[in-house]
């Protein structure tokens, strides 16, 4: 018994100790109905760097429509396609830049109105989509020429899904 006791005090030390690390690698960007970013953390800065392709960002977001930071409509993101159908996404692969994430999405409510989104994301690896597609490619040249074709160009058009 005096053992369950001293198990449950470190757990309950070292919780908040894991939650702050666990936080520290969620990217989380809140935004309202209107698509204003109201919180954004700094994988969130990452993610979002990363899926427009640049480094330099304005130095605040907060305050910023994402819309315009991402160079595309709120409806072509994954926040805003939440906001818009209602329907929160509960882990979702995506691929944002040359990184996939897992994904979820939270509608923030008042009584029952939807006041905004969160997204969080959380980075599980880099692709190699391209590397992988070259490979592949490579492969399919080597069967047509072992198997006779006259032509191999077609196989440039083959895209990582088909290959």
């Known amino acids: 018994m005096l053992e369950g006791i001293r198990l449950r005090k470190s757990l309950r030390t070292a919780l908040p100790q894991t939650l702050r690390h666990a936080a520290a690698a969620i990217g989380i960007i809140a935004i309202d109905t209107d698509g204003t970013i109201t919180y954004i953390n700094q994988p969130g800065v990452e993610l979002v760097q990363e899926f427009i392709g640049r480094e330099r960002l304005p130095r605040n977001l907060i305050g910023q429509n994402l819309a ?14 939440t906001l818009q159908t209602g329907r929160e996404i509960h882990g979702q692969l995506l691929t944002f830049g040359k990184s996939m994430y897992t994904v979820m999405t939270k509608l923030l409510k008042d009584n029952s109105s939807i006041i905004g989104c969160v997204q969080y994301a959380i980075k599980v690896r880099k692709t190699q989509r391209q590397e992988n597609l070259r490979v592949s490619q490579a492969f399919a040249r080597h069967l047509a020429n072992k198997l006779g074709y006259q032509s191999t160009e077609w196989i440039d058009d083959i895209s990582y899904e088909h290959s």
């Open 68 to 81: 315009k930071v991402l160079n595309r409509g709120l409806a072509l993101t994954v926040i805003g396609r």
